[in-house]
């Protein structure tokens, strides 16, 4: 614990007969060091963080002269000021005192100086020592745990006990890659439990603090203060986790029963570089696997069709699967580009919590999981599942599924099954996450296939771009109010709520529609012409 003007008077012998005169909402302020000064202009001797220790001999003619001198050492920093009792202080400079919470201290004239200084000093060395001593002992503990192979999970739960205070460690879009909670904690740490990541809104308010930019420029570990209005009633200390140059995350300490202090600096720099160890490490691992499943999965994708069916059968039981399996291909929605183990991370813990046998691949930005089903579960309840925890982890994903199949030739076609279902699915999502089974895709899958000209004979073909054209020239919303109102199947209460506009003018915008075209938007075969050629045109868009 740092050094303060409370525990010296408590806990010093010398100081026993010692008086506070003024000040004492200042009794809690750290001494850093002592300055024995003995003439008027004392300021430019001193420095934040000193004991000012005088006679007083300087003012003995002139006491008033404390008025200009209290508001520049309080100014500066000072902790405090010691006075030897010659020297007769008046009640205006105990009351600017008191009114600037600058603790005056007087002492008996018999009272040594060098002894007092020298008590004083053994006592800042002796904390100073048992910092480090502490310090080193959580820098030998948590690197034992690089050592044993152990992950965040176990840094977090380390530090918390060590430091009796919270601890989370988050990746750098600040989502939460392991936390542990000692001692008392505030909404905002509740929440971001819940959430699994720090709450938009205070990302966005420490970002407008320049927080970010702040560790970017000074990469030391950074003092957060409560924002009581936002929930965070407890101080925070952030640090960032870097891999040489390249940010991997940050790692917080949250204040509890007591302040902040220098141990916790000292120990979350340590903790984020054993952080970035561990995250390194776990990247280098990754990658090792990747390239042994990779060429497993592409051996399995790229064999000849017409390899001996019982050796690849054969192939499949060694990995694991027997009787129907499955090939889902997935991707991270993300406005910035996530880690490259992030979602790795999160699909392991998702199959293991499943028990499903699997293997995951990464191929660029997209993961290609081929798993095994279990008894009567639908191959498809592991993408919601995987879906609906990835909501919760404030994850967007989209998933594309290959046909079910228990027959081992398929696997080449389920792979690009799940493919070619995931890219139909990121052309017609809207950036929205979704799943989106390949045999589900209906006709959508070969219409891509079908030569330009049979497609532009269809006067439907002919509308649904001249829709477009007009939007794009005009400004007007015709083929997004149209689109809605098909997929909605002509409901037009539930079109108007997702175009966030009044019935009446969905109904004006749709008769517009009718009258510009000729269309008759309650014929069957008009509108299932319009809604595919409507997709089609998405499709040819984004391609």
Partial sequence: ??????????????????????????????????HIVDFPDVAPWVRKGDLLITTGVAFKDDPDAYLGLIPVLAEKGLAGMIVAEIVHIPHSVIRLADELDFPIITVPWKVRFVELTQAIHERILREQYT??????????????????????????????NLLERSVTIEDSSLVMLAHASVGPIDEMRRRSIAQGRTPEEM?????????????????????????????MTLERIIAPILVGTELYGYAWIIAGKSQLQELDFLAIERAATVAALILSREEAIYEAEQRVKYTLLDNLLEMDPYHDLDDLQRTLARMGFRGEYQVMSLQEISARPPRPNRLATFLDRELQVNGTKSVVVQRGQRFIILYGTRGSRSGSDLAHAIMDAASRSGLSLLIGLGTPSRDAARVRRCYQEAVEALQLGEKLSDGHPGIWPFQDLGVLHWMGTLPPEILSASRFHRIVHEMADRD??????????????????GNQRQAAQELYIHRNTLRQRLASIQETWSLDLKDPLTLLNLHLVIKDWHLNRAG
């Fill in 131 to 160: 910092l480090i001593d502490h310090s080193f002992h959580i820098h030998k503990v948590l690197t034992d745990l690089v050592l044993a192979g152990k992950g965040l999970d176990d840094l977090a739960r380390t530090l918390a």
């Fill in 203 to 231: 990302a966005a308010y420490l970002h407008s603090e320049g927080v970010f930019e702040n560790l970017r420029r000074d990469p030391r570990p950074q003092r957060v203060p409560s924002v009581p209005e936002m929930g």
């Fill in 1 to 34: 614990m740092p050094l303060t003007l409370a525990s010296v008077l408590k806990e010093l012998d010398i100081l026993s007969q010692s008086r506070v005169i003024a000040g004492r909402g200042g009794l809690d302020n750290v001494i850093q060091w002592t």
């Fill in 472 to 489: 794009r020239e005009k400004g007007t919303d015709c083929l997004r109010t149209l689109e809605v109102f098909l997929d909605r199947h």
